[in-house]
């Protein structure tokens, strides 16, 4: 059993950053590519950003590409979302979220996830 827990989500003014971490435990955290997720009151979950087993390859949606990164810390069992340049329209309930299958896929559907952290909040004021 995998477990994963957000912290670092809080209240920013547009234009501001934060950065996001997801802790693992109950597992081989790097066997398992990783991704971010957010979800807005009254919207579906969608996907913001995944990286591979060994951090070497990223893959972000286009509405957060070049303002935020994803990183991992295999040796602290920890993945990353530093997000830089909010707008009010980030704000949601950012979960990560961890792949088990077999193969080395950098997956944006929701569906392919096994694992769910509980989700942290973060709120963009303009």
């Known amino acids: 059993q995998v477990q994963l827990r957000e912290s670092g989500g809080g209240l920013v003014q547009a234009g501001g950053s934060l950065s996001l971490s997801c802790a693992a435990s109950?597992?081989?955290?790097?066997?398992?590519?990783m991704g971010w997720f957010r979800q807005a009151p009254g919207k579906e979950r969608e996907f913001v950003a995944t990286?591979?087993?060994?951090?070497?390859?990223?893959y972000y949606a286009d509405s957060v590409k070049g303002r935020f990164t994803i990183s991992r810390d295999n040796a602290k069992n920890t993945v990353y979302l530093q997000m830089n340049s909010l707008k009010s329209e980030d704000t949601a309930v950012y979960y990560c979220?961890?792949?088990?299958?077999?193969?080395?896929?950098?997956?944006?559907?929701?569906?392919?996830?096994?694992?769910w952290g509980q989700g942290t909040q973060v709120t963009v004021s303009s």
């Open positions: 109950g597992g081989t955290f790097s066997n398992y590519g």
């Open positions: 990286i591979s087993r060994s951090g070497g390859r990223t």
């Open positions: 979220a961890a792949d088990l299958s077999l193969y080395e896929i950098l997956y944006t559907a929701p569906s392919r996830y096994d694992y």
